[in-house]
């Protein structure tokens, strides 16, 4: 006897009938300098000493689910390293944005595609510069999240908050979704709050992080834009219509992130749903969150990212990333941040780890682009 | 009418007829690793940002007082360096020991040398890396310790101390020197004492720091060394005679510093002068002294020894020494201490610079003594 599943029916395991991963790697992880760069940003790196980088981690994640059935947007810059990094994914499914016009247009492409192509699609939308600790957990996140977006909801997924951060928008949950057990209406998404309001969010337990995960129709997404922008959404399903116009149109394009264009007004009109979930999230959003990520919780010491043969400490504690292969030696300094690569060093703390953006900037401006 | 000074003559500037200068140049500089190491030892590099190495200094200071009177003690290993730095030194008077033997061998064997040589020499020995503010005010000084020198005292010259080192041996300052304004009998040299003893003795006016300058005619520092062990100042002067023997006598020779040998006993036979003297004297001794060096006093910011357009900061202060090359990025930290050099990286605080030398001599016990 074979087995077999229908669109709609949920399995355990195994691929997702139907369902494409759709993964937009861009974003340059300023914040993430020296390491991150924009000839080679984050998601292009080993950012976990895992030896996948996050890219590939996040192909790794997703390959279970959906298979071949894996679609990158990525800017032109990065196409050739994406498809080296990849070497299991066809280049055709590999689309290069002529120019960064934002969330809504690199993911609303790829959905006039997969519209094109697929009619049973469902689509999921994960940025590739994520980590994820369980990724069975994950799995079955997505699984019932397709589900919900089978039955047209655009579902997103709600990261459960381990601390009240800023730096995230929230997604704020209503009531059960009838025949969806696990998933929830969506009241609505908030945007980065205080220290103070998230920290009300998390007292009431009915907020989620908005990780920018979105499954959906991609017919349901494209219909959603229209309601708000039809032009954009049919200028989107033209140029899947005909590719060669990609280039002339693409500039054309509003710059706007998908959660302002669409999933804050579905929301509003009821139309959003959300799976709660809680399987080891983090974004990496600076060296403070990768030295979190990475510390052995059982040691006040200093934690490498690398060869740790190359790191000599004394009295110190921090993270140390001695990428240009050079030794590395850090006295007395707590919590300190040292990324030492073969063009730039950056000395920081974690404390101070957001600051690293305005050294950027900063070298940008007196003629040292070259290093950013 | 032509000028001329005789032996005993002091004259108000120009060189000082018979005087030698005697440069110990050794020693690994072993706290400020890594830019001092034991194949390129601090004598050997810029630590000011002058543009001359600390050995070079050491000569343009003393030129104008020896003319070419001017002898090096070094290890084997450095002579060459040694050479190519001195241009204007005759090879010849690049001594290199076969092994490291302490002060007393080093600069005994330049005394017995110059016994020889000249009969009506006096030489003062004057280590390799130190740096002096004030060339003129040190060649005063000089002048006065050589008069002295000539009525057969050793003479050494006590640097007035500007805060209560612990780190410094103190000469006791006693009398006025009968015949010499401006020199004083020494009572006593002292070692290393605690903070609270250093505080007591610069309340006294009577203390100066031991820099390990002595000015002295050879005959009598090589007798003073006879009465204690005239064994050593006997192999001494037969090595002078022969310098042939230098290889197989040399290893036989007691291992001992000058201070220990000859400088002490001889304050307690009351046949030591000093020449109390202020010129801005540094040692170096670590990453804290360098800094307080270079630092700008008007700026509450990052000093730099090199290539300031290498180094960004933001809301730090401390020394910077970005000597690979490549941009160094310094955000959030106070004091710090970053050294960049092309195969080792050095971050500590100020406050913590004593504790590098642990890290060298962990580095030689795990097998990399290639980077000491």
Sequence with gaps: MTATTSPGTASLDGPIEGFWAVVPAGGAGTRLWPLSRSASPKFLRDLTGSGRTLLQGTHDRLAPLVEDRFVVVTGRAHRDAVCAQLPDVDDASVVA???????????????????????????????????????????????????????????TIGIEPTFASPAFGYVHLGDDLAGHPGAHAVVEFVEKPSVDVATGYLATGRYRWNAGMFVVRPTV?????????????????????????????????????????????????????????????????????LATLLEDTDSASITVLGDADLVRSSAATGLVVPASGKVVAVVGLDDVVVVDTPDALLVTTRARAQDVKAIVAALKDSGRADLT
């Design 97 to 155: 944005e002529p120019s960064a016009r934002d969330s809504m247009a690199a993911i609303g492409l790829a959905a006039a595609m997969l519209e094109r192509r697929d009619p049973d699609a469902v689509m999921g939308s994960f940025a590739a510069d994520h980590v994820i600790a369980d990724p069975v957990a994950f799995g079955a996140s997505v699984r019932l999240a397709c589900a919900a977006a089978r039955d047209d909801w655009l579902v």
């Design 221 to 289: 997404l494209l219909d959603l834009l229209a309601e708000g922008d039809p032009g954009f959404a049919a200028a989107l399903r033209a140029i899947a219509a005909d590719p060669d116009t990609l280039e002339a149109a693409w500039a054309g394009l509003p710059k706007i992130a998908l959660d302002h264009a669409v999933a804050e007004p579905a929301a509003a009109a009821g139309r959003v749903a959300v799976v709660p979930a809680s399987f080891g999230w983090d974004d990496i959003g600076d060296f403070d969150s």
